[in-house]
C-alpha cells in the first residue's frame, strides 16, 4: 500500500466514518490526536445531513485517509449509510484517498469489504486495543510531513524528562500550527495529543473559527476593538513566522496560546485523557509558548491546564530545561492554609478563595495543607506560585469586570511585562 | 509571486451530482461551462440488484441509465427477465445519481442546478467527476485568498490609486459583468454593494477580516477557498486590514485595464487572458512589511529589513 504524503507544512488530512461513535469515538480520537493529524472531518451514523450533503463535506474535506474503526457486524452493516457517501464523493479524487479500517471483528471486515472497495485499504486490529491504536498511528504517521519529527522530539523529552525526574512529567508544546501536549511517566502510560491545525502563527484563524473571537479576546486585559482583533489574527495566520514587536501583538499572541492549550485539552477530555493530563510533577513549556518568556508561558499554563496538583515547571531553552517556577493549585471554598517548607525554613500562607499570587522562595520546596496535594517541588526564578482560582476557571462576561480580573492575573505573575 | 506569464494548469473542482462535463481535449474560453449538474440532498433508494435478481457485480449489465442521468417518475431503471420481467424503476422525477455496493439505486430529486466555467482559455487536460484541468496561458497574478466562486469579466480600474480605498460610491451597474480593482481595502459594503449591482468579482489588496465575516459567515479563515452559491468574489492580493498595493502589482493591473480576466478562488489567483506583449513583468519583487500591530500589510522600502518584512516570491 503506497503512503500518501502530505506536502511540507501540510498535516495529513484524516476524515473519519464513525459508524459506532458510542463505542468507539473515544478510542479513534485517541489514536487521531497521538498520530498529529489534522482531523478534516467526522461523519457518524446519527449525522443529520443528508446524502448529498455527506457526500458534498467529504469531497470538500479532501481527506488523504479515511479512518474506519467498527467493533461488529452491526457497526458494518451501519457502515453503508456513511461509506456510500464516502464512494459517492470521494471516489474520483485524486490522489484517492487511503482507508484504514480498524477492526478485529470478520463479520465486520467482511461487510466492510465491498463498501470500501473503490479504496485502497488496509485492515489493523480494533480500535479498543492499544496494539491497534498503534498501527494507526504508525501508519498516519508515515504519511505525514516533516512535523512528524517535532513529535517524536516532544515525546522523547517527555520521557526523558519523566525518568530523569521520577515522576510524571507533561510537556506542552505550541508553534504556529500545532499544540501538543505528552504525558509521560517513568515506567508506566504514555499519552500524546498533537493537535492541528491549532497553533498561534499559521493555525491562528483556526483558533478564532474554533473557539469563537471572544473567546480570544477575553484573555487580553483591556477592552479591545473585535475587527481590528480579527484584522490581526488573520495577517498573523498568513504571514510566517510574524514576531510579535508591540503590547497588543504580544497579548494577542498569548491570548491564542490560552485558547490552543484549552482546545487541545478540550480533544484530549474527548479522548478521555483531560484528567492525565492535570496531573503531573512536572511541566516542561517549549515552542511559542516558551518563546512568550517564562511569566506569561506559566499564567498560560495555568489559566488553560489548570492543573490539579502541586507541579515545578521547567522551560525548554535549547537543549536545557531551565526552571522557571513553581504552582500550587489550592482546592478550598472559603480559606486554606498552605504550609510551604524550604531551606529557608517553613512559612504558612493563608489563601483566600480566588487568590492568585507568588511567594518568593527558591530550590526544593514541600508543599502542603488543606485543598492541596502534599507534593515536592522546585522554585524557580518566578518563585511558588499559589493558585486558588475557582475551577474550572471562569471570566466575567462583562469587560467592566473581565478587565481588572485578568490584568490581576497578568500582574501577579508580572506577564506582558513590556505593557 | 508577483505577475507572470505562463502556462498555467487549474484545477476546477466539481460539487457532487456532476451531469455533463466538457472531455479532456476540448478547446475552452473562459467563462466556458466545463461541467453541469444538480444539488444531491436527499435521495430515494431503489432496490437495485437483490430486487431484480441479479449480483451486485452484474448490475451494470441490466442498467437502462447510467448515472448520472435524468429520469421521470416510473422510468424503468434496470430491468431483467422477458416474460416475467422483474424491474427497477424510478419513484420521482429526477436523476439517478448513484449505484451502492449492494447495487441499490440512488434517485434524487433535482433542487438546484449548478455550473462550474473555466476561469482561463485552454484545453481540457484532465476531466473527471471531482474536477476539471484546463491548462492555457496567460497573465497571472497570486493573491493571497480568495472567496466565494470563481468570477471571469473584464477588468477594470474603480480607484484612482494603489493606496486608495474602494468606495461603494464609485460602484454602480454600468460595471456589471467586470472584475474591478480597487487599491488598498475594499470594506464590507463595497463588496455587498458590487455583488448587487453585478459586479463579477473583486480585487484589492487587503479586505476588513471583519466585513468577509459579515459577507461569508463567522466560519471564514484567511486561507479562503471557493464556494459554489451565489455570493460575492473577493480576492485579497496582499493581506487583511489595508494593503496599499506596491507599483510591482499596481502597474501592471494598470496597464492590463479592460482585458478579459478572472478570479480563481481555489489557488487565490487573477489571470488576465491578455497577450504576452500587452505588457511586460515587473523587474522586481515587491517587499512587504505586516505593521507592527499586524492590522495592515504596506509595501516596505526597498532597503527595508526587519522581522516582520518579506520578499514575495522568496517566501510565499
Known amino acids: 500500500m503506497s503512503a500518501t504524503l502530505a506536502g511540507p507544512g501540510r498535516p495529513l488530512r484524516v476524515a473519519t466514518l464513525d459508524a459506532q461513535a458510542s463505542l468507539l469515538e473515544r478510542h479513534t480520537r485517541r489514536a487521531l490526536l497521538a498520530a498529529g493529524v489534522e482531523i478534516a472531518l467526522t461523519l457518524s451514523a446519527a449525522d ?361 492575573w497578568y500582574d501577579a505573575l508580572g506577564a506582558l511585562a513590556i505593557a | 509571486m508577483t505577475w507572470r506569464y505562463a502556462r498555467w494548469s487549474v484545477e476546477h473542482q466539481l460539487p457532487v451530482g456532476c451531469a455533463a462535463r466538457a472531455p479532456a481535449g476540448t478547446q475552452v474560453r473562459a467563462g466556458d461551462v466545463l461541467g453541469n449538474g444538480g444539488t444531491v440532498t436527499r435521495v430515494y433508494l431503489v432496490g437495485g440488484a437483490r430486487h431484480i435478481g441479479v449480483s451486485p457485480a452484474d448490475l451494470g449489465r441490466v442498467l437502462r441509465v447510467r448515472p448520472v442521468a435524468s429520469v421521470r417518475r416510473g422510468s424503468i431503471l434496470a430491468r431483467t427477465g422477458r416474460r416475467f420481467a422483474r424491474a427497477a424503476t424510478s419513484p420521482i422525477d429526477g436523476r439517478l445519481v448513484h449505484v451502492t455496493a449492494d447495487g441499490d439505486l440512488c434517485v434524487s430529486a433535482v433542487v438546484d442546478e449548478w455550473r462550474v466555467r473555466s476561469t482561463i482559455d485552454g484545453v481540457v487536460e484532465r476531466s473527471d467527476d471531482a474536477a476539471v484541468i484546463v491548462t492555457g496561458e496567460c497573465w497571472s497574478l497570486q493573491g493571497l485568498a480568495g472567496y466565494g466562486p470563481d468570477a471571469i469579466g473584464d477588468l477594470a480600474l474603480a480607484v484612482d490609486g494603489p493606496a486608495d480605498p474602494l468606495a461603494p460610491t464609485r460602484i454602480d451597474v454600468r460595471m456589471r459583468d467586470r472584475i474591478l480593482v480597487g487599491g488598498a481595502r475594499i470594506a464590507a459594503e463595497a463588496v455587498t454593494r458590487a455583488h448587487a449591482c453585478g459586479v463579477a468579482g473583486v480585487v484589492a489588496g487587503a479586505a476588513p477580516a471583519g466585513g ?50 478572472s478570479i480563481h478562488t481555489a489557488s487565490a489567483r487573477l489571470f488576465v487572458l491578455a497577450p504576452a506583449e500587452r505588457t511586460t513583468a515587473p523587474a522586481g519583487v515587491p517587499k512587504l512589511a505586516l505593521a507592527d500591530d499586524h492590522a495592515s500589510v504596506r509595501p516596505a522600502a526597498d532597503d527595508g529589513a526587519g522581522p516582520n518584512v518579506i520578499s514575495l516570491d522568496a517566501q510565499r
Open chain 1, 48 to 408: 443529520a445531513r443528508s446524502f448529498g450533503e455527506r457526500a458534498q463535506a467529504l469531497r470538500d474535506a479532501r481527506p488523504d485517509v479515511v479512518l474506519v474503526a467498527l467493533a461488529d457486524r452491526g457497526g458494518g452493516d451501519r457502515l453503508a449509510l456513511l461509506a456510500e457517501p464516502l464512494r459517492f464523493g470521494c471516489a474520483a479524487q485524486r490522489p484517492a484517498p487511503r482507508v484504514i479500517l480498524a477492526s478485529s471483528d470478520d463479520g465486520a471486515i467482511a461487510r466492510a469489504t465491498p463498501l470500501l472497495s473503490p479504496f485502497a485499504f488496509e485492515v489493523v486490529p480494533d480500535v479498543r486495543t492499544e496494539d491497534g491504536r498503534r498501527r494507526i498511528v504508525a501508519r498516519l504517521r508515515e504519511g505525514s510531513g516533516d512535523e512528524v519529527a517535532r513529535d517524536d522530539a516532544l515525546e522523547g523529552l517527555a520521557r526523558r524528562t519523566a525518568e530523569a525526574r521520577r515522576g510524571p512529567a507533561l510537556v506542552i508544546d505550541v508553534t504556529g500550527s500545532s499544540t501538543s501536549l505528552v504525558r509521560a511517566e517513568p515506567s508506566g502510560p504514555f499519552h500524546a495529543v498533537h493537535a492541528r491545525p491549532l497553533g498561534t502563527g499559521r493555525g491562528a484563524d483556526r483558533i478564532v473559527a474554533r473557539a469563537g473571537l471572544d473567546r480570544v479576546a477575553r484573555w487580553i486585559p483591556w477592552v479591545v476593538d473585535r475587527p481590528t482583533l480579527l484584522e490581526r489574527v488573520f495577517n498573523r495566520a498568513r504571514w510566517p513566522d510574524a514576531i510579535s514587536a508591540d503590547r497588543e501583538t504580544a497579548a494577542l499572541e498569548i491570548a491564542l496560546a490560552h485558547e490552543a492549550v484549552g482546545h487541545a485539552l478540550a480533544d484530549a477530555a474527548v479522548a478521555g485523557l483531560a484528567t492525565a493530563f492535570r496531573s503531573a510533577r512536572t511541566i516542561v513549556l517549549s515552542g511559542s509558548l516558551a518563546a512568550l518568556g517564562p511569566e506569561a508561558a506559566v499564567l498560560v499554563a495555568l489559566d488553560a491546564l489548570e492543573p490539579i496538583e502541586p507541579a515545578s515547571v521547567v522551560i525548554e531553552d535549547g537543549e536545557a530545561l531551565v526552571p522557571a517556577a513553581s504552582v500550587v493549585p489550592v482546592a478550598t471554598s472559603r480559606r486554606a492554609l498552605v504550609r510551604i517548607t524550604s531551606e529557608a525554613g517553613t512559612r504558612e500562607e493563608r489563601v483566600d478563595r480566588g487568590a492568585f499570587f507568588v511567594v518568593d522562595v527558591s530550590g526544593d520546596v514541600d508543599v502542603s495543607g488543606s485543598g492541596v496535594t502534599p507534593g515536592r517541588v522546585t522554585a524557580g526564578p518566578l518563585g511558588l506560585v499559589i493558585d486558588a482560582r475557582p475551577r474550572p476557571l471562569v471570566l466575567p462576561q462583562r469587560d467592566a469586570e473581565r478587565v481588572p480580573t485578568v490584568a490581576r
Open chain 2, 212 to 261: 468577509l465575516r459579515v459577507v461569508y459567515g463567522d466560519d471564514v479563515d484567511a486561507s479562503g477557498g471557493p464556494t459554489f452559491d451565489d455570493r460575492p468574489t473577493v480576492l485579497c492580493l496582499i493581506g487583511f486590514g489595508s494593503g496599499p498595493l506596491p507599483a510591482e502589482i499596481w502597474d501592471p493591473l494598470v496597464a492590463l485595464a479592460g482585458e478579459r480576466a
